[in-house]
Every structure is written in structure tokens, then in C-alpha cells.
């Protein structure tokens, strides 16, 4: 597609479920971002993938919190034992390059929206 | 990363010049000046970039004073589709974090017609 996708666009979980939302980046893109967006706050940095590999992942809040890009294009990120705290808009980004200063546009999607009951 | 100060929030009267300033004193030599934006309900919008010079594209004007200790963000002719959250983000390549962005609270822009 032209834009960074991601699906679903809305989940309702109870606590305790696992979820899994996944982004579909723009094709070639090498570089793909996960943020976490709580109500009236930015977005806050989880993790960053270049290609397949997970180069950062400082930003996810517990170990119930897992990413993955397994062939360097669409990227899952899942959430085991899901908490109320854990409701928020997740947004995947993605930009073509993977180094080079002031070259760093990222392309968001419109985010996936958690609702943790 | 450099931390940033933005104004909560702004007005701007539809058809004028929006100038959205952003402080930014402990930026280092080598960090970028990005400003993103956010419409309700979408993800974050690229608007422009610079380090040292001013810039300009077809959606804002980026002026940085000479010590790079603040910008302003320029919309020159602010429509009611700006209504938007205004980030500005200061950052340095990190080669284990690639160009992940820092955002802060920004700026809720409200264009009034």
C-alpha cells in the first residue's frame, strides 16, 4: 500500500488476554518503530528494528511486552496478560533508511486503539 | 536528547501566519531540530527538519536562531485543516536507536475561522 498500515484499528481485550496488533510498513522501508500513546500525552518511544533485528527495545514497559519483525518487513508486536495500564493508541512508523544525520522522516500509521477492560 | 519547551497550546486566526516557537538551549552541535505534527485521531505527520540554516517546504517555514538555542515553526497560512498537536523534537543519530524520536507534549494549535 502507500502508507504505513496497521491492524486492527480498534481491541477491546479483558485483563488478562494476550493481543497482538501488527504494522504492514511501506514496502523497502528499513527502519520500523513501535510507540505507545496514552490519552492527551506524545507518543512514547517502545522499540526500533532495522531489517529484522532489534537494535532498541529500552522503551517497552515490562517483559509482557514483545516485538518481532521476523523477515525485515511486517512487525507484530504482542502483549501478554494484558492490564488496564496497557490501554493506549499503538503506532508503527517506518522510514527508508537506517543511518545518515537529518534524514529521518518517519511514516506513521494510523495506529492500533487498546482498550484493556 | 536535547530536552524542548513548547507552549501548551495557541490560537491562530484562519489565513494568517501560525509561528509556533519552540526553546531548545542544551541542543548540541550535531542534533537535528524535527517538528512532527498530529492531527486528531491520525499518527504523527512529518512537517520539516534542519540543524543550523533555516528551511522551507511547501507545508512550513523552520527558522533557527544563529546560537540554535530556539526555532520557530512557520505555517504561513494557517487553514482550518492545521488544527493539530505540534511537536518539536531535538535529536542526535544514535546508531543502536536509528531515528527514534522523543516526543514531548508539543503545542495544540486551534486555527479559528
Known amino acids: 500500500g502507500a502508507g504505513v498500515s496497521q491492524s486492527p484499528r480498534y481491541k477491546v481485550a479483558k485483563r488478562g488476554q494476550d493481543v497482538a496488533l501488527r504494522c504492514d510498513p511501506i514496502?523497502?522501508?528499513?527502519?520500523l518503530f513501535w510507540y505507545q500513546q496514552a490519552l492527551g500525552q506524545g507518543p512514547e518511544f517502545l522499540t526500533y528494528f532495522q531489517n529484522e533485528a532489534q537494535l532498541d527495545k529500552s522503551g517497552l514497559p515490562s517483559d509482557r511486552f514483545f516485538a518481532e519483525r521476523p523477515e525485515g518487513s511486517v512487525s507484530t508486536l504482542k502483549i501478554q496478560r494484558t492490564q488496564q495500564e496497557d490501554s493506549a493508541v499503538y503506532l508503527c512508523?517506518?522510514?527508508?533508511?537506517?543511518?545518515?544525520?537529518?534524514?529521518?522522516?518517519?511514516?506513521f500509521g494510523e495506529g492500533s486503539r487498546l482498550t484493556v477492560l | 536528547d536535547a530536552k524542548t519547551t513548547q507552549p501548551p497550546s495557541m490560537d491562530c486566526a484562519e489565513g494568517r501566519a501560525a509561528n509556533l516557537p519552540c526553546n531548545h538551549s542544551?541542543?548540541?552541535?550535531?542534533?537535528?531540530v524535527y517538528w512532527y505534527r498530529q492531527i486528531h485521531s491520525q499518527g504523527p505527520q512529518y512537517i520539516i527538519h534542519g540543524l543550523k540554516n533555516n528551511e522551507t517546504n511547501e507545508m512550513a517555514s523552520l527558522i533557527i536562531t544563529e546560537d540554535r538555542k530556539s526555532s520557530t515553526l512557520i505555517l504561513p497560512h494557517a487553514t482550518l485543516r492545521d488544527t493539530a498537536v505540534y511537536y518539536c523534537?531535538?535529536?542526535?543519530?544514535?546508531?543502536?536507536?536509528?531515528?527514534?524520536?522523543?516526543f514531548g507534549k508539543g503545542t495544540s494549535l486551534l486555527v479559528t475561522p
Open positions: 523534537i531535538v535529536r542526535v543519530l544514535n546508531s543502536n536507536s536509528g531515528y527514534a524520536l522523543n
Open positions: 514496502s523497502g522501508h528499513v527502519s
Open positions: 512508523a517506518s522510514s527508508l533508511l537506517a543511518g545518515g544525520p537529518g534524514s529521518g522522516e518517519l511514516f
Open positions: 542544551t541542543i548540541s552541535g550535531n542534533e537535528y
